[in-house]
């Protein structure tokens, strides 16, 4: 293998990327790391002016477009897919990483807590790949197939210590359903999960400097490098021999507990 064989081995120059809750935090770094790489990148958000601002900002670096998506309902799902499937025709990279979080003692943890979190978390994960799947498949090729990329967490590995337990059960759920998915969309689609641990963004930052320290063997929160290097494999066709994976992605905190 030649150095440049082996660079368009991990290379998504010119594929089509869809992430949800681009907008901020982990998305946007997955969004900005896709974009940097080349990749032609939509980003989404229930709020229109932060998926602009964000689209805005990362098309200095390359092809960023905003769209808009409330994806707590299956119609909402549908939408976008059809909003997507109207200025495309392929799509390589599917990053379900929209998310919801809801927190409360174990006595006052009610079904609100329970209905916004598993709807977003879960069943929008699930509506949005099967209505991408035609645009997916559409970027399939013999040995490398589209990809679907689920954004879960070690909380849904491991007993968290917070008491988040509706985004708890999500997150297991989906690293189930990564499983499910991926031996039913075979082979034209591949389906994996990442199980993030902490990772530093600009929502995240002060809250992360000091624990994070504390508790991670490599003693630093995940960054845009971290997310670049991994999804730059996962998208390309290095990763098109992967499915039905769920990759802990957490600096080793998953493994010290």
């Known amino acids: 293998m030649t150095a440049q064989d082996g660079f368009e081995l991990f290379s998504v120059q010119g594929r089509t990327a869809l992430v949800t809750g681009g907008a901020r935090g982990v998305g946007a770094l997955i969004a900005q790391a896709l974009v940097e790489a080349g990749a032609e990148v939509y980003v989404t958000s229930r709020d229109v002016a932060a ?43 599917l990053v379900n990483n929209a998310g919801a979080l809801h927190t409360a003692p174990l006595d006052d943890f009610d079904d609100a807590g329970w209905d ?29 197939p589209a990809r679907v990329v689920n954004i879960g967490s070690i909380d849904g590995l491991r007993a968290p210590a917070a008491e988040i337990y509706s985004y708890a059960a999500s997150k297991a759920a989906m690293h189930h359903l990564t499983l499910h998915l ?53 998208g390309s066709r290095s990763a098109a021999y992967l499915t039905g994976t769920v990759i802990p992605f957490d600096g080793g905190l998953s493994a010290t507990r």
């Open 182 to 234: 991926a031996g039913r969309l075979a082979p034209r689609i591949a389906v994996n999960a990442l199980a993030l641990g902490p990772f530093e963004s600009a929502m995240s930052r002060d809250a992360l400097a000091d624990d994070i320290g504390r508790r991670s063997p490599l003693r630093r929160a995940g960054g845009l490098d971290d997310l670049a290097g991994v999804m730059r494999f996962l």
């Open 116 to 144: 916004t979190v598993l709807q977003v978390n879960l069943r929008a994960v699930f509506h949005l790949t099967r209505f991408l799947r035609p645009t997916l498949e559409a970027a399939a090729r013999v040995g490398d």
């Open 51 to 93: 998926a602009e601002k964000t689209a805005a900002r990362l098309s200095l670096f390359g092809d960023c477009f905003p769209l808009a998506a409330d994806l707590a309902t299956e119609r909402g799902c549908r939408d976008l897919a059809e909003s997507l499937g109207g200025r495309v025709d392929r799509l390589n990279l």
